[in-house]
């Protein structure tokens, strides 16, 4: 008998072992797996933050984009005033100008008239000689 409990004593012993080599096993398939994804974390981590520099550059650029296209709408805005002025002027001009050449116009009339009559006058003295 008691060879007996010393060979169930040996048995259970070697289940034990086998049962602990077994969760051993698996909880160094628990920690590489923790590992795995401890290594999966930081990578992402660091992603997340080259993504937020990335979009911290983007708002950057876009803020800039905004101001020059300010900048960009109120030199248009001035150069529309300058062509409106400009347009102003050249229209005073225009009205002078046809102003001149009416006056021009009359006066041509005039002294195509006046050398009709001169030419006329000089016909009748030669006439008269």
């Given at each position: 008998?008691?060879?007996?409990?010393y060979?169930?004593?040996?048995?259970?012993?070697?289940?034990?072992?086998?049962?602990?080599?077994?969760?051993?096993?698996?909880?160094?398939?628990?920690?590489?797996?923790l590992?795995?994804?401890?290594?999966?974390?930081?990578?992402?981590?660091?992603?997340?933050?080259?993504?937020?520099?990335?979009?911290?550059?983007?708002?950057?650029?876009?803020?800039?984009?905004?101001?020059?296209?300010?900048?960009?709408?109120?030199?248009?805005d001035?150069?529309?005033?300058?062509?409106?002025?400009v347009?102003?002027?050249?229209?005073?001009?225009?009205?002078?100008?046809?102003?001149?050449?009416?006056?021009?116009?009359?006066?041509?009339?005039v002294?195509?008239?006046?050398?009709?009559?001169?030419?006329?006058?000089?016909?009748?003295?030669?006439?008269?000689?």
């Amino acid at each position: 008998m008691e060879n007996k409990v010393y060979e169930l004593l040996e048995k259970m012993y070697v289940e034990m072992n086998e049962k602990f080599s077994n969760l051993e096993n698996e909880i160094k398939t628990i920690n590489n797996r923790l590992n795995n994804l401890e290594e999966g974390q930081r990578n992402l981590e660091k992603r997340q933050l080259n993504l937020e520099e990335g979009q911290k550059q983007i708002n950057e650029r876009l803020y800039k984009l905004e101001q020059n296209q300010v900048k960009l709408e109120n030199k248009i805005d001035s150069i529309k005033d300058f062509l409106i002025q400009v347009e102003s002027k050249n229209a005073e001009r225009h009205l002078e100008i046809i102003s001149k050449i009416n006056t021009l116009e009359k006066n041509l009339t005039v002294i195509e008239a006046v050398s009709g009559k001169n030419m006329t006058d000089i016909a009748i003295l030669k006439s008269i000689k």
